[in-house]
């Protein structure tokens, strides 16, 4: 599997460019986006269905009669989530030029669990736990007997965390040989996880993290399946006691799953960002296909040369709602 996943990655950097930026490529990552933020939600016990979080985050209708708690659930994680896609890809102020900061660990918390909290907050929290702050209550131990720092030592070990995780960039970017890449990132999420930092939204948060990290290194975020629950639980427990093989290859076949679900497929194919002149037909001349980007009714956008860019995935759904009035 980790050859594999070196292979792939290889082919997206030397021969695919790299990730495609959420300007230069909207359908991978809102293929990505959705997923994630349903089967990431499920893990913690979240009952929507694709179908329902589709129409939720596309539409903004509570399809279904599931409590609101849920649906804030999800709104709250696919806000951290595009905010996640953004800020790696394109860092805004936020961004110290690190690989990652304190402070953008604390504001993804804040966006994933906000929504709900207005409606749902932790039953024990204080007035300083919520989102976006670090916990003030010490952990009961887990059910496999790992026990959490108390909270008076969070503040340093996730700066601890922090620090190391900066040192280690170079080896992650370029892994030796004997050092896997996913066993390393392991590692990473599993300490995150151990410390456990906030009361509440510590799997959904070091989820997040991790894919902050991922994406900024130049590599494919990952999903956990909800169908991989149990088998995501039990790696994280091995990975208490030091085996980080079982939670490596977890992450590994989720790297290579986005791959080639969605980020090789659509970069080499019908989602390709090309210049608009090679998208021309006999229905759209180059006029018209212009005309369509400059009012957002093609899905494209101007690079910095001033060509402006789509796919012939975009074409195709322009082709739908041409002549229909947006609301």
């Known amino acids: 599997m980790y050859a594999r996943l070196d292979s792939a990655l290889a082919d997206l950097r030397e021969r695919l460019g790299g990730l495609p930026s959420p300007k230069e490529s909207e359908a991978i990552w809102s293929d990505i986006w959705h997923l994630e933020a349903h089967h990431s939600t499920a893990l913690e016990g979240n009952t929507l269905v694709l179908r329902e979080v589709e129409e939720l985050l596309d539409r903004g209708k509570t399809v279904g009669a599931k409590p609101l708690k849920e649906y804030l659930?999800?709104?709250?994680?696919?806000?951290?989530?595009?905010?996640?896609?953004?800020?790696a890809l394109e860092p805004g102020d936020w961004h110290d030029g690190s690989l990652l900061s304190v402070n953008e660990i604390r504001n993804i918390h804040l966006l994933a669990m906000n929504p709900v909290w207005q409606v749902a907050p932790h039953q024990?929290?204080?007035d300083g736990e919520g989102p976006g702050n670090f916990r003030q209550h010490d952990i009961h131990p887990f059910g496999a007997g790992m026990t959490p720092p108390a909270w008076t030592l969070v503040d340093a070990e996730i700066l601890a965390w922090v620090d190391q995780l900066r040192t280690q960039e170079e080896s992650l970017r370029i892994p030796q040989p004997g050092s896997p890449l996913p066993e390393m990132l392991a590692r990473v999420h599993n300490q995150f996880e151990r410390i456990h930092p906030f009361i509440d939204g510590n799997g959904r948060s070091g989820?997040?993290?991790?894919?902050?990290?991922?994406?900024?290194l130049g590599y494919?975020?990952?999903?956990i399946l909800k169908q991989q629950r149990a088998a995501y639980l039990s790696a994280l427990q091995k990975a208490d006691d030091g085996d980080n093989g079982p939670l490596g290859e977890l992450l590994a076949?989720?790297?290579y799953d986005n791959l080639n679900r969605f980020i090789v497929p659509n970069v080499a194919g019908p989602a390709r960002?090309?210049?608009?002149?090679?998208?021309?037909?006999?229905?759209?001349?180059?006029?018209?296909?212009?005309?369509?980007?400059?009012?957002?009714?093609l899905d494209a956008f101007q690079g910095s040369d001033g060509v402006w860019r789509s796919s012939g995935k975009a074409v195709d759904v322009y082709r739908k709602i041409k002549g229909k009035r947006i609301k």
Not at 73 to 87: L, N, R
Not at 207 to 214: A, K
Not at 274 to 297: H, K, M, N, T, Y
Request: charged share 20%; glycine share 4%.
């Open 73 to 87: 659930e999800v709104k709250g994680y696919a806000d951290a989530a595009k905010w996640v896609y953004a800020q």
């Open 124 to 126: 024990d929290a204080h």
């Open 207 to 216: 989820r997040l993290v991790l894919n902050l990290v991922l994406v900024r």
């Open 220 to 223: 494919p975020p990952v999903v």
């Open 253 to 255: 076949r989720a790297m």
């Open 273 to 297: 960002m090309v210049p608009l002149a090679a998208l021309v037909s006999d229905e759209f001349s180059l006029a018209a296909l212009r005309q369509a980007a400059q009012r957002g009714r």
